[in-house]
C-alpha cells in the first residue's frame, strides 16, 4: 500500500509540476528538443500515475476540451505575446496524458 501512495503522490506533483513548467517554458519561449521532451515526459507520468479508474472519463472529457481548446486558442491567439507558446506548452504535457489513459481505458473496456 505505501507504493500506491508514494506512486499517487509522485502523479499529483508530476501534474502540478508540468503546469507550472509549461506556463513557464511557454512565457520564456525556449527553443530546444530538451523542453519539449521534458513537457512530453511529464505528460506521460500524469497520465500513467495521476489518473484512477473512476476519474478517467472526467479526465478524458476534460482532456479532449484542453486539447481542442489549446489547439485552437493558440493558433487564435498566437498574436497576443506569451499567450500562443504557453498554449502550445500545454498541449504538449495534455496530448501524451490523455493519450495514455485513453489507451489503458480501451484496454480495460476490452478486457472487461
Known amino acids: 500500500m505505501a507504493k500506491a501512495k508514494n506512486l499517487d ?20 519561449n525556449p527553443a530546444g528538443e530538451v523542453w519539449t521532451m521534458a513537457l512530453v515526459a511529464i505528460g506521460l507520468v500524469v497520465g500513467l500515475l495521476n489518473v484512477t479508474g473512476r476519474e478517467v472519463t472526467s479526465f478524458l472529457m476534460s482532456g ?12 487564435v491567439m498566437s498574436a497576443i505575446p506569451y499567450v500562443g507558446p504557453v498554449f502550445q506548452a500545454l498541449l504538449t504535457i495534455f ?15 476490452a478486457r472487461n
Do not use: D, E, H, Q
Open 9 to 28: 503522490f509522485v502523479g499529483k506533483w508530476a501534474f502540478l509540476a508540468g503546469v507550472i513548467l509549461a506556463v513557464g517554458v511557454g512565457v520564456m
Open 64 to 75: 479532449a476540451v484542453l486539447i481542442i481548446a489549446s489547439a485552437l486558442g493558440g493558433n
Open 95 to 109: 496530448v501524451p496524458a490523455t493519450i495514455i489513459v485513453a489507451v489503458r481505458n480501451v484496454f480495460n473496456l
